[in-house]
T-cell receptor
């Protein structure tokens, strides 16, 4: 499967711990997104990278959430320190981005990491 | 910022019925509206989109209608099948990178 790969699928953390979620985008995609999904808030954008450059750092999520993209095929999302309210599904998505001057918008999502903070 | 609302939040239909999912947005600068579907236990996937210079788009059993004046979209699914059971998300963007998603409509199709 050449889709977006996220690991781990499930993560359980104690309050105050540091956790790192991983994402491998679709090969050749230039844009990478991290979203948080909860039943109440729905899908919230955490971070956005364009060609490995951080374009959106999550606003309200800035203080404890840090996304990095060290190369075009791997990204991490660090949450430090974790709090129970961080319990959610964290989704990574990628897209082609600008293609021949036209933005290709379709997002390809990973299966997500379900985080539970006790 | 943009806000996207979907109604209903959930619905249950018998197989073969048609369904209508409504979506409204607030930002008149939004010009592109993709829809995504999330089947139980599966990843979100793109199903259909429409741009603001169009009024209607069809893809097999899916028809997407767009009204720029009222800032309203509706997704019509005909001849529903159990495999259509999923959460459907409307989204909107002004062609920047940021998609604003609705909170989703959970559809259950009873066989």
């Amino acid at each position: 499967d050449a889709g977006v790969t996220q690991t781990p699928r499930h993560e359980v953390a104690e309050k105050g711990q540091t956790i790192i979620l991983k994402c491998e985008p679709v090969s050749g995609h230039n844009d990478l997104f991290w979203y948080r999904q909860t039943k109440i808030q729905g899908l919230e954008l955490l971070s956005y990278f364009r060609s490995k450059s951080l374009m959106e750092d999550g606003g309200a999520f800035k203080d404890r959430f840090k996304a990095e993209m060290l190369n075009s095929s791997f990204s991490t999302l660090k949450i430090q320190p974790t709090e129970p309210k961080d319990s959610a599904v964290y989704l990574c998505a990628s897209s082609l981005g600008l293609l021949g001057g036209r933005r290709a918008e379709t997002l390809y999502f990973g299966s997500g990491t379900r985080l539970t903070v006790l | 910022g943009e806000q996207v609302e979907q109604l209903p939040s959930s619905l249950i239909v018998q197989e073969g019925a048609s369904v209508l999912i409504n979506c409204s947005y607030t930002d008149s600068a939004s010009v592109y509206f993709p829809w995504y579907k999330q089947e139980p236990g599966k990843r979100l996937q793109f199903i259909i989109d429409i741009r603001s210079n169009m009024e209607r788009k069809q893809n097999q059993r899916l028809t997407l209608l767009f009204d720029k004046k009222t800032k309203h979209l509706s997704l019509h699914i005909t001849a529903t099948q159990p495999g259509d059971s999923a959460i459907y998300f409307c989204s909107a963007t002004n062609m920047g990178y940021k998609l604003t998603f609705g909170t989703g409509t959970s559809l259950l199709v009873d066989p």
